[in-house]
Every structure is written in structure tokens, then in C-alpha cells.
């Protein structure tokens, strides 16, 4: 159970309250959510079961899990796992801004005064906000601040345990939200966007961003789930761990988008504002609960949003440490506080990219800010890349022992459900990429290394029964936690 909340911590974020409404409003609505369920349920939750596979089968990092698992070709399979290192630092440096704006949300929600809180007031307070390059970064170190003290003090165990109040609280916050919603005068439009899926508005680059979304929302292809799965007992069937995670995000994800349209269509609000959606849209929300109330609402709510946010970052920085650590490189101390201080000066012109400054705030990038640059080379480009590794390596390299040890249950359904997510990934991945030649050139080259690579293992590993002495090894290292968690909660 604490295992669920804590992987729930991780995955339940900015990804669900932040991202998911403006993706969806830049992607038209109820097709866009329909394929987004999609992705979640055939490819997420398949690829979910073989990331945490991954990480209890190994009980490591996850460069070094790759390496551990992958056999003859084990060095090869690592850069998988670095490919998540470096996607785990370009997403810190822009998910720390948006995590430093629900800070300032907090501070500032403190000052407004509800009466005059029209969607005009917001949407200025917001645009002045972001362009102010000074607030911007000092927010942001706040925010990576918190994150490194908390990664230092390894309260992380005790931060996991409040998820047990934050967890329902957050759904609590959502569902009055929804209320609130639902009572507002244009709710049916805000409904209708939503969820009636008007299929003209479907093109390659929605089915990617809608996959991209899955991955970013579950926190998928980078080594998170995977580092939680190293630390997850035994007798917890992965299949039912999987769906439950999976399962809560996606409602926290659908509801939110519950909880906004129909406040932003009742306010006449686009719902293509990008990046600022929630930040504009709640407190709009809010002033509906009046000035009493509603004060005391918005602060309860970016408060809780700062906690998933803070959540879900450590998930992100936690690999990245456990990877240098593992290796004895460097003492988790020094690499937190490397860590920290590299995302702060990556995070910088991500901090700039919303009016701060006009090199990155213009399309300069592949035509995109620098932040939506990033988060492109992230959510559409190396989680993918990852899941598809992810699942190939357990498809094709991973014995047949070891998968079936680990998923004794659902192992029927599960296995081809894997293969198909995997190249339903790589499908859409590579049309969208067929846009735009340069893209396309690299998409086609690292998805034919992965598919090479995982041929020449499965040639030499696959179905090569586990040597007796690793099997042993296996089943006594599980022996040995079951007589340790006794132990636990028996003291
Ligand atoms: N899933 C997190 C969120 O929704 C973000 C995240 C992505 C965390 C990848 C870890 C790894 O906010």
C-alpha cells in the first residue's frame, strides 16, 4: 500500500493538473482525451509492468539494471538508462519553473483579493508573472532548493508517508473543484469539449502528443517507475500495482480537465492559452467560492499542487542520484547538491522561455520556446524512446523464467500486450517524425539501434534458461527481503 502511494506520488504531478488541460486545449479537446485513455491503458500499463519488472528483477539504477540484466550485451542496453539520465535533467530544469509557479501561486494567493479576481485580473497577474526574468529564476531555486533539502535530509521515506493525506486530499480538492464546475453556467460546453471527440481534429502530431502525455503522466521511460520497482516486495503482484497507479493518475488527470473547461468556457476563456491554463483558469474557479472561502481554497490548492510537484521531481532526481551513487562516483551528498545546482543553470532559459527574455521565449527552438523545446525533446522524444526500449528489453533480451517469476498472473495477456504497445509506440513515433526530415533521420536511426540490439540479444539470450546459480541467486534474494520486511514488522 505504501508502495502505491509512494509510485502514485510520482506519477500524480504538474503532469496531471498543469499539463494535461493545456495539452488538451491545444489539441481540441474530447478525440484528443479519447486517444490519450488509449495510450494510457494498452501502452502505458503494459510498459508500467515492465519498467517496475525491470527494476525489482534487478534491485538497481536503472543504467546499471540494463547492464545487470542485459547479459552478453549488457554494456549496449545501459545507454538506455543514461538516455533517462539525460531526459531526467532537461525535464527537471522545466518542471522546477512550473513547480516554482505554484510556490509564488502560494505566496501571492495570500494578496488577492477574490471580489476582483476576473479572468482579465488572472490572465494579467500570470503574463506579468512570467515575464519578469528576476521572479522567475528566484522561484525556481526555491523550488530545486526544496527539493535538494529534501533529497539530502532522506526524509524522502517520511515525505512517502504523508502521501497517505496528501493523496486523498488532492482528490477531495478535485472533486469540490468539479462541483464548483459543474454548476457554472457554460459547464455543458466546457463537457462537450471534453469528452465529445470530434475526430476531424486528429492528426499524427495529436496521437503523439497524446502518447507523449501518457508517458510524461506516468511517469514512464526515463527509470522513476523503475527505481521504485527495485525497491517493491516480492509478493506485490506488478499487474495490480500497475493498474492501481494507473488507474488513479488517469482520474486525477480526468477530473482536473472536469474541474477547468467548464469554468474556462463559463468565462469565455480559450482553451489554447497554453502553458498558463490552470494558473489562469483556478483562481477564476476559486473566486466562485467567495471571499471568505475562496482565499482560503486557492491557497489549500497550490498548496497541494506544490506537494505533487515536489513528489514527482524527487521521482525524477532520485535515479539520477541513486545512478552516480551506485557507481561510487560520487557520494549522495555531492551529487545531490551537483544535481541540483546543473538543473538550476539548465532550468535558467526554460525560467526565461515565458516572456523573461525574447531569444527563448521565441520560436527560435525547432520553432518552439526553449521550455516547450525541451519538454518536446522530453515527453515526444526520449520517454517514448525509453518505453520502447524498456519493453523490447523485456520482450526479447529478459528470460522467459525471469518475466514469468515476475508476472505469474496475468503472464498470458500481458507478454503480446507488450509487443504491440512497443511497436504502436515506435508507429507513431516515426509518422510524426516523417514531418520534418532532420527528425525523421535520427527517429529511424535510434529506433532501428534499439530494434537491432534487441534482436542480436534475443538471438543469444532468449529463452536460455537462467543458469541454476542465478535463479538461486534470485529466489534467495527474495528469501532474504521477505525475512527482512518479517523482521520489520515485527520490531
Ligand atoms: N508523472 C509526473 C507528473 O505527472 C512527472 C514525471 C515524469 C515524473 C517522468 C517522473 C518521471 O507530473
Redesign the pocket.
Known amino acids: 500500500m505504501v508502495f502505491i502511494l509512494a509510485a502514485t506520488g510520482?506519477?500524480?504531478?504538474?503532469?496531471?493538473i498543469w499539463r494535461f488541460p493545456y495539452i488538451t486545449g491545444m489539441n481540441g479537446g474530447g478525440a484528443f482525451v479519447l486517444i490519450y485513455l488509449l495510450c494510457v491503458f494498452a501502452i502505458g500499463l503494459p510498459i508500467m509492468v515492465a519498467e517496475l519488472l525491470i527494476g525489482r528483477a534487478s534491485k538497481q539504477s536503472p543504467a546499471l539494471a540494463f547492464k545487470k540484466l542485459g547479459g552478453k550485451n549488457g554494456d549496449y542496453w545501459q545507454y538506455i538508462g543514461w538516455f533517462g539520465i539525460i531526459a531526467a535533467f532537461l525535464?527537471s530544469s522545466y518542471y522546477s519553473v512550473i513547480g516554482g509557479w505554484t510556490l509564488y501561486y502560494i505566496y501571492q494567493s495570500f494578496n488577492w483579493h477574490m471580489s476582483d479576481l476576473t479572468k482579465d485580473h488572472a490572465l494579467n497577474a500570470f503574463s506579468t508573472f512570467t515575464a519578469d526574468p528576476a521572479t522567475q529564476i528566484f522561484w525556481t531555486l526555491i523550488f530545486i532548493l526544496i527539493g535538494v533539502i529534501i533529497v539530502l535530509k532522506g526524509v524522502k521515506g517520511g515525505l512517502e508517508a504523508f502521501n497517505k493525506i496528501f493523496i486523498p486530499a488532492l482528490l477531495l480538492m478535485i472533486v469540490l473543484l468539479v462541483i464548483n464546475a459543474l454548476t457554472c453556467k457554460g459547464a455543458w460546453d466546457g463537457l462537450m469539449f471534453l469528452f465529445y471527440p470530434d475526430f476531424s481534429k486528429i492528426s499524427g502530431e495529436t496521437v503523439l502528443a497524446a502518447m507523449g502525455q501518457a508517458f510524461?503522466?506516468?511517469?514512464l521511460g526515463?527509470g522513476?517507475i523503475l527505481t521504485y520497482g527495485s525497491y517493491l516486495h516480492d509478493k506485490e503482484s506488478l499487474m495490480n500495482t500497475s493498474f492501481v497507479i494507473v488507474l488513479l493518475d488517469t482520474l486525477v488527470a480526468v477530473l482536473v480537465g472536469i474541474a477547468i473547461f467548464p469554468v474556462l468556457f463559463a468565462f469565455g476563456m480559450s482553451p489554447e492559452s497554453g502553458p498558463g491554463l490552470t494558473f489562469i483558469t483556478m483562481p477564476v474557479a476559486f473566486s466562485n467560492f467567495g471571499t471568505v472561502l475562496g482565499p482560503i481554497l486557492i491557497t489549500v490548492f497550490f498548496m497541494i499542487l506544490a506537494f505533487a510537484a515536489l513528489t514527482?521531481s524527487i521521482?525524477?532526481l532520485e535515479p539520477v542520484v541513486a545512478h552516480f551513487v551506485d557507481k561510487e562516483i560520487l557520494s549522495r551528498k555531492v551529487a545531490t547538491i551537483m544535481l541540483g545546482f546543473l538543473i538550476f543553470i539548465l532550468s535558467i532559459p526554460s525560467a526565461l522561455s515565458n516572456g523573461g527574455h525574447d531569444i527563448f521565449s521565441s520560436k527560435n527552438f525547432l520553432g518552439r520556446s526553449f521550455m516547450d523545446f525541451a519538454d518536446f525533446i522530453v515527453s515526444d522524444n526520449l520517454l517514448p524512446l525509453g518505453g520502447f526500449g524498456i519493453a523490447l528489453f523485456v520482450f526479447f533480451v529478459l528470460s522467459r523464467e525471469v518475466r514469468r517469476y515476475e508476472v505469474p498472473k496475468y503472464y498470458g495477456i500481458w507478454k503480446p500486450l507488450l509487443l504491440i504497445a512497443a511497436f504502436a509506440v515506435a508507429f507513431v513515433y516515426l509518422h510524426k517524425a516523417a514531418s520534418d526530415i532532420p527528425w525523421l533521420i535520427v527517429a529511424v536511426i535510434l529506433v532501428m539501434i534499439i530494434i537491432d540490439l534487441a534482436v542480436i540479444s534475443s538471438k543469444q539470450e532468449s529463452d536460455k534458461p537462467l543458469e541454476p546459480h542465478e535463479l538461486q541467486e534470485i529466489k534467495e534474494a527474495r528469501k532474504l527481503e521477505h525475512e527482512n520486511s518479517n523482521q520489520d514488522n515485527s520490531t
Open positions: 510520482s506519477a500524480v504531478g504538474l503532469g496531471n525535464l510524461f503522466s506516468l511517469s526515463m522513476a514527482s521521482s525524477i
